[in-house]
């Protein structure tokens, strides 16, 4: 009886220390980047843990970088902030209506519109990329908010997500609902999606994840410095012949903290939705 609860304890431990050590692991690359965003240029990638540690890096961020030149930090995160989430809002919305006709209502060319979801998601994105940047030229959007969000409104990641939710759910909501009179945008918003809170979550932070780390469409949709987004900023900030290493860490910090809060703020509904798609 003792040698079985020593074996258990032991089993446990061993479980314990691997997922840790695992959990470390995949931490450490963001630790590593966020102890040598704040290290003495001297040690930046030269010790594992820097011993010296100064604001250098940040400082030559906000001071402009190689030009000395100061740059509209506060302007850039509100135009990240603002592209981001309008682009996000205009992904979940076409793709919850979307999802609810393929997964609730029935049409002919149901399957086919289903099929060709499932068959674009294989395209690499950057094939689109010229036609999508004519058809923005052409249609009076270049450097513009519109031209950056509109091409970026749909998401078929988030139909099929949310197609695959709604098939689960029950018919007879939606059949109840329909003898009450309710319409089909009622039913849509207010029995469909507060039933869907933990995948709509997930969809939200990896749309928004995504999206604010775009940065090619960006720097070539944009022109004038007052559209500049926070990765454009950055990415002009470093010359192509020389490297910044201590300041590159910085510039990743900052574009990698406003996901990690959202993260932190949305996290319990986040893994709920994960172990809804595991199932």
Do not use: C
Request: glycine share 4%; aromatic share 16%.
């Amino acid at each position: 009886m003792v040698g079985s609860k020593r074996n258990k304890k032991s089993r446990l431990a061993a479980r314990y220390t691997i997922a840790y050590g695992l959990l470390f692991v995949m931490v450490y690359p963001y630790l590593y980047m966020v102890l040598h965003s704040f290290a003495d240029w001297s040690q930046v990638d030269r010790k594992m843990v820097p011993s010296s540690f100064s604001l250098k890096s940040y400082e030559w961020l906000f001071a402009g970088g190689e030009t000395g030149t100061p740059r509209p930090w506060l302007h850039s995160f509100f135009n990240s902030a603002f592209v981001s989430l309008a682009s996000t809002a205009l992904m979940m919305v076409s793709g919850v209506m979307v999802a609810y006709a393929l997964a609730k209502l029935n049409f002919r060319g149901r399957d086919t519109i289903n099929n060709f979801v499932l068959f674009h998601m294989f395209f690499p994105a950057i094939i689109l990329l010229i036609p999508t940047f004519l058809i923005v030229q052409n249609a009076g959007l270049y450097d513009s908010y519109m031209g950056m969000i509109l091409p970026k409104a749909v998401s078929l990641w988030a139909i099929f997500m949310y197609t695959n939710f709604f098939k689960a759910i029950p018919t007879v909501f939606i059949e109840a609902a329909k003898l009450d009179g309710a319409s089909d945008f009622k039913i849509m918003y207010r029995i469909m999606l507060p039933m869907s809170k933990s995948i709509t979550t997930v969809v939200f932070l990896f749309l928004l994840m995504e999206r604010w780390t775009e940065l090619l469409w960006d720097m070539i949709v944009v022109r004038s410095d007052e559209l500049l987004t926070l990765n454009v900023l950055l990415s002009q900030m470093f010359a192509p012949y020389k490297t910044y290493p201590g300041p590159l860490y910085a510039a990743s910090v900052l574009l990698t903290l406003p996901i990690i809060v959202m993260f932190f703020i949305f996290g319990k509904k986040f893994q709920e939705g994960m172990q809804f798609n595991l199932k």
